[in-house]
């Protein structure tokens, strides 16, 4: 059981709810693994709470389809499948096409100033090698470009599925092959945007995730071999 997260308390929610918000999100970022048992007990001591709102937290979580029940184990963290992952970027790719065809009628000036910004701000993050860095500014990129589409629920929607995109997320940020090609990705996207040609903005977008979803296949398939290889020693 990783023992690498806290809950974080919040006084305008129920104890139950921020028990599964911190459970929630410690499974989307990777700190809970797939396949990790969820230990009633384990997990109560760990945050200090009752069994309670931890059982409450993971029947919740098991309807978002984030935690599996097995027969005679109990609790366990889904595993990440092809499935799964072609269900989710299947709408985000129609989502993204939109908001860049939203964005190249609505961006700002200086939204598309901070844009340019963020693609350079991506690229250093390339260069450390941190995932986590890495992360984070490709959200803060995507971010300015829903943002500009002005449209409050294609934003919300977006921001869904964004949280369902964490465990993949990092699932392509490891494939550090990929980098150089995101960089470029990234960049003929906002050059679209620039020229407001909202075809090649639509392209962009979907190859960007087409290329994504290949990416994650390839290193879900490839953790899949590496775990079912027998064991030395």
């Known amino acids: 059981m ?3 997260f806290d809950i ?10 921020v028990v599964f918000n911190t459970l929630r999100k410690a499974i989307l970022t990777g700190e809970l693994k ?3 048992r969820l230990m009633e007990i384990h997990l109560a001591n760990r945050l200090g709470v009752s069994r309670t ?11 978002e389809g984030l935690v599996i029940m097995i027969p005679r184990r109990g609790a ?4 990440i499948t092809e499935k799964n992952l072609k269900d989710v970027l299947e709408v985000r790719r129609a989502l993204d096409a939109l908001c860049v065809e939203l964005a190249c009628d609505r961006i700002s000036a200086e939204e598309l100033e901070q844009l340019e910004k963020a693609c350079d701000e991506f690229e250093r993050a390339t260069q450390t090698q941190d995932t986590t860095i890495i992360a984070k500014a490709d959200v803060e990129l995507h971010d300015i470009i829903v943002r500009a589409t002005g449209n409050q629920r294609l934003i919300q929607l977006i921001n869904n599925l964004s949280e369902q995109m ?3 997320r990092f699932e392509y940020i490891k494939d550090e092959d990929r980098h150089d090609n995101l960089v470029d ?14 075809k090649s903005a639509a ?24 775990a079912a290889k027998p064991k030395r020693g």
Not at 185 to 198: A, F, G, L, N, P
């Open 2 to 4: 990783g023992d690498n």
């Open 8 to 17: 974080a308390m919040d006084e305008f929610l129920p104890l139950r709810d």
């Open 34 to 36: 797939p396949g990790e």
């Open 53 to 63: 709102p931890i059982r409450e937290a993971i029947r919740k979580l098991e309807l």
């Open 76 to 79: 366990e963290v889904a595993q």
């Open 166 to 168: 964490y465990r993949y």
């Open 185 to 198: 990705e990234h960049r003929m996207i906002y050059e679209s945007i620039v020229k407001r040609d909202k």
């Open 203 to 226: 392209q962009a977008a979907k190859l960007h995730i087409d290329n994504q979803e290949k990416s994650i296949i390839r290193q879900i398939r490839l953790e899949h071999d590496q």
